[in-house]
Nanobody, 128 residues
Framework: LQLVESGGGLVQPGGSLRLSCAAS????????IGWFRQAPGKEREAVSC????????QYSDSVKGRFTISRDNAEKTVNLQMNSLKPEDTGVYYC??????????????????????WGQGTQVTVSS
């Protein structure tokens, strides 16, 4: 299950970006989706995940209150609205299908599905 990310770019600290995730060859509606990021020299980490219905979502502590994940059924996308961006938000952002084994923590919710794969990602750079 391959997803395509878009919307990255260069933004100043305090600015905003909106990332979008679209499906390639399948319907996004039935799947829980997660956003992950990888900063230079660091391991990939989960940022936020949303259930297939949009009724449940989790965020990492580092982005809670600043980022919002949502589903756009009309556009068939899962979006990540990123506000109050910080230099430490810099990295490549990926979206993948996740297979949650729980809904109460990001660790339980953001479990990458065996049938999903990493795409190209979209680069987010926060710098003045």
């Amino acid at each position: 299950l391959q997803l395509v990310e878009s919307g990255g770019g260069l933004v100043q600290p305090g600015g905003s970006l909106r990332l979008s995730c679209a499906a390639s060859g399948f319907t996004l509606d039935y799947y829980a989706i997660g956003w992950f990021r990888q900063a230079p020299g660091k391991e990939r980490e989960a940022v936020s995940c949303i259930s297939s219905t949009g009724g449940s979502a989790q965020y990492s502590d580092s982005v809670k209150g600043r980022f919002t994940i949502s589903r756009d059924n009309a556009e068939k996308t899962v979006n990540l609205q990123m506000n109050s961006l910080k230099p430490e938000d810099t990295g490549v952002y990926y979206c993948v299908v996740v297979a949650p084994n729980g809904w109460r923590t990001i660790q339980a919710m953001c479990v990458m599905s065996d049938s999903s794969s990493w795409g190209q990602g979209t680069q987010v750079t926060v710098s003045s």
